[in-house]
């Protein structure tokens, strides 16, 4: 067996699977509770502008926007759930890919939430851990449970890579 096939695919799959579930959660919150999930187009437009240098914004939904924002921004938060899965497994090791356990992975969920809060927030206009929002603490609770189901994501990913193979 190659490095890729031990490590690489595996991992690709279960940052899918985990950005999956994520974005189940983001459906299943907005049809019970009403909350709406994050437009990823304001990813997009965010990344859109940084060949241009601009980085921050005071209120990123204010921007201008940019061509593809949408496609670009679900793109982008894909392939962050997939480097944080590669992160996560180089953490854990390969032993965790054949016997996953939830603690770790959960942990490193959780963990995750501090892209959201110290990165994309403030380059939004939205401060610190939501800090500019009107309901900040419950922005906050949201964004934790939000990342501890990726956490959760990334267990059921490799339980069922487990399974299959």
Known sequence: MTP???LILPTLAIGIAATLLMDGWAMLRRRLLGMPSLDYAM???WVGH????RFRHAAIGKAAAVTGERAL???V???TGIVFALAFVMLA???WLNRPTLAPALLFGLVTVAMPFLLMQPAFGLGIAAAKTAAPARARLHSLLTH???GLGLY???QALVALT
């Open 148 to 150: 501890a189901v990726f």
């Open 50 to 53: 940084m060949p241009r240098g």
């Open 4 to 6: 890729t096939d031990t």
């Open 43 to 45: 990813v997009g437009r």
């Open 156 to 158: 059921l990913g490799a």
């Open 73 to 75: 921004g679900w793109l």
């Open 93 to 95: 090791g390969e032993s």
């Open 77 to 79: 938060h894909y392939l």
